[in-house]
């Protein structure tokens, strides 16, 4: 059985022999094992980082932009065999693997342009004969902690941009499908990365403890649960880091009555189903203003019942499994909570079984109708295939129901009314707002992050957001009078 060792100062290393194993959840077999790191371990990778961080930081920006290309065209030449890596540990469908390498891609893209992303401010003559000028300097040792449903996207939000500015990068992937971060690592290598800027460490709490309690590391990205996301941003601030801890969602999607009810459908299926629902992006309510709602629920049901559920394996297929047996036991759970809460199950994907995959994790699409906020279904994150419906009067009811729910990651309305749309996108307490498209995911050259419980920390993620978290300002004020000696000043300059 393969074991997936860490990536440290260019190689696969591990000195840790505890290991945990890594399944095929379409089989629900193990197919590998992860190493969970010792302290050796995590002294071997800061010691990796800290010998290269001081060269590093001194490389050109566009030397350092050069290796960036270089590893854009590998990733380009190799997405096949990282969406094949993604598959197969989480069980997403393949398109939607490549799909999430391609947003990846598209911030190393970004990276690319760090010559120009870094220039700073000028100003001439802030004072006689006095220039002023500002410079985005690299913090040194920065980690990313990530999750296990975007084994390649979410770590490259974070250590392309990292690497970039300058810093050198320790990466403690999710430990239920590790294997692509260190397929990203290698090529990363084999891009001209001087060995030990970007280095992967696996294990669960124990290293993520270590990371939070290591005096050499200035910043940590994290995204995960929102819970996690607390523990981590209160105790990173606790040791002085600069933390951005993106957590969970409850994603709403409001549809107006004078919405296009197909796209609003399409919509809602896409985002409600797609990845088995385990995208933080995922739509999981849908807000059903006025008298929309009756056909709204009818085709969202008809249009569930023809998704293919099947493993990545076959191209049909519309989604794959939930992470793990314990992941589907929870959202099955929920589905009978919400039944004993009152909600009407209109599609129950449990118990949910495919020929020849009888020991996999599928939980087929479900559909509830008549959710209210009080419910545990609608106030917690399910985080799989379960659309809820919530009934509302009018605009301003569903727009409260966005507004009132703790979290605030993303939110789309669907209308034909610009003037809804525009109160919708500026009263909407939620960092990512959706006109008429169901997933507002922003590209890599915007930046990516919620608002209330979805976030914790004033950074969001990649784009601009991205260069600033990676880099500190610094702001100079010079002055070169060769021959003049004004004697000391005790006023505060004012020309
Ligand atoms: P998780 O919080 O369980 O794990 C995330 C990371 O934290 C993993 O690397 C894990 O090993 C580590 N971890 C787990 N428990 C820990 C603990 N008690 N102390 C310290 N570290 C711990 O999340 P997950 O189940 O891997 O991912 C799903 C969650 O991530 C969902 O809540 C989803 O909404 C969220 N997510 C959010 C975003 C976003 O951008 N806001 C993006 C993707 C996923």
Known sequence: MKIIKNYINGSEISISKDTIPVEDPSKGEKIADVVLSSKDDFNLAIQSAKNIQEEWSNTTPLKRARILSNYKVLIENNLDELAKLVSKEHGKTLSDAKGSVTRG?????????????????????????????????????????????FPAMVPMWMFPIAIACGNSFILKPSEKDPSCSVRLAELFTEAGLPDGVFNVIHGQKNVVDLIINCNDISAISFVGSTPVAKYIYE???????????????????????????????????????????ERCMAISVAVAVGNIA???????????????????????????????????????????????????????????????????????????????????????????PVVCVVRANNYD????????????????????DGEVSRHFTTHSQIGMVGV?????????????????????????????????????????????????NDGPEFVMPTN
């Open 235 to 277: 105790q990173s601030a606790k040791n002085r880091k600069r933390v951005q801890a993106l957590g969970g969602a409850k994603n709403h999607l409001v549809v107006m009555p004078d919405a296009n009810l197909n796209q609003a459908v399409d919509g809602i299926i896409g985002a409600g189903y797609g990845s088995a629902g």
């Open 294 to 384: 009756d056909d709204l629920v009818n085709k969202i049901h008809l249009e569930a019942q023809k998704l293919k559920v099947a493993p990545w394996t076959d191209t049909e297929s519309d989604m794959g499994p939930v992470i793990s047996k314990e992941h589907k036991n929870k959202i099955e759970n929920y589905i009978s909570l919400g039944i004993q809460e009152g909600a009407k199950l209109i599609e129950d994907g449990r118990n949910f079984k495919i020929q020849g995959y009888e020991k996999g994790h599928f939980v087929g699409p479900t559909l509830f109708d008549n959710v209210t906020s009080e419910m545990t279904i609608y106030k917690e994150e399910i985080f799989g």
């Open 436 to 484: 008429n498209v169901p997933i507002p995911v922003p590209m890599a050259f915007h930046s990516f992050g919620g608002w209330k419980q979805s976030l914790f920390g004033d950074h969001s993620i990649h784009g601009m957001e991205g260069i600033h978290f990676y880099t500190k300002l610094k702001t100079v004020t010079s002055k070169w009078p060769k021959s003049i």
């Open 105 to 149: 891609l598209e911030v190393v893209e970004f990276a690319c342009g760090i010559p120009h992303l870094l220039k700073g401010e000028f100003s001439q003559n802030v004072g006689t004969n006095i220039d002023s000028w500002s410079v985005r300097q690299p913090l040194g040792i920065c980690a990313g902690i990530t999750p296990f449903n």
């Open 397 to 416: 009811e569903a727009l409260k129901l966005v507004n009132d729910h703790p979290f605030g990651n993303g939110a789309s309305i669907y209308t034909s």
